[in-house]
């Protein structure tokens, strides 16, 4: 399984909802990222866990709060995001922070709109 | 600051050679990722230079000079499924921090 999963595909929001994006791996890779991505943009980064701890947070403000319940799996909560949110969110996977591969595997990206 | 450089478009017809260029300066440097981009999908791996030289992977090569902040991904035999984007990334000044360039379009004409 060289896959990396995420859930929902597409999701639409108001700016006064709650909502989470959850990415899954099976590859047992110790570090999980979140990355944004607009139109015809390259992704930026968000957050990295390294073992299940939070290792970056590129100054993204609080209503994106990221969560790793387990080495598999990485959350990201959303809640009174603005219209200027509405982007594609990518989670990815590398095998070893210590310095060893450093491939990201990336997931197909969550579509995020909020009105 | 991080500034990375790579052209926005290149057209070239199947079969040819196209060389993609970057160039960066980076606070910190680890290492420098290519990964290509088809519209609508998520980037996939080409390859990954530490050390300076040429890495050669079947119809994809990438270079590196870390004394030039530069590097180049070059892809020969061209086929039309290699119309995507191309994004360089240097990991910077921390593990895992990628900083991606802007992308380069690659246009494969038959």
């Known amino acids: 399984d060289t896959e990396v999963t995420q859930t929902p595909k597409h999701l639409v929001m108001g700016m006064t909802n709650k909502k989470s994006l959850k990415c899954e791996q099976h590859?047992?890779?110790?570090?999980m990222y979140w990355y944004k991505q607009k139109a015809k943009k390259p992704p930026e980064l968000m957050f990295v866990?390294?073992?299940?701890?939070?290792?970056i947070n590129e100054s993204v403000p609080s209503r994106f709060s990221p969560e790793c319940p387990n080495s598999s799996l990485l959350n990201l909560h959303l809640h009174a995001l603005q219209p200027e949110d509405s982007a594609l969110y990518l989670c990815?996977?590398?095998?070893?922070?210590?310095?060893?591969?450093?491939?990201?595997?990336f997931g197909e990206g969550s579509r995020l709109t909020v009105l | 600051g991080q500034n990375i450089d790579q052209p926005t478009e290149m057209t070239a017809t199947e079969g040819a050679i196209v060389q993609i260029n970057c160039t960066y300066q980076t606070s910190g440097f680890n290492g420098l990722f290519w990964y290509q981009q088809h519209a609508g999908e998520a980037p996939t791996f080409l390859s990954y230079?530490?050390?300076?030289g040429l890495e050669e992977k079947g119809r994809f090569s990438s270079f590196l000079s870390r004394s030039k902040g530069y590097s180049y991904l070059l892809l020969k035999e061209l086929q039309m499924k290699d119309s995507a984007s191309y994004l360089c990334a240097p990991e910077t000044d921390s593990w895992g921090k990628l900083q991606f360039g802007a992308g380069t379009q690659v246009v494969v004409t038959p």
């Open positions: 230079n530490v050390l300076d």
């Open positions: 590859m047992g890779h110790r570090a």
């Open positions: 990815a996977s590398s095998q070893d922070p210590s310095g060893g591969a450093r491939e990201l595997f």
């Open positions: 866990y390294s073992y299940e701890k939070l290792s």
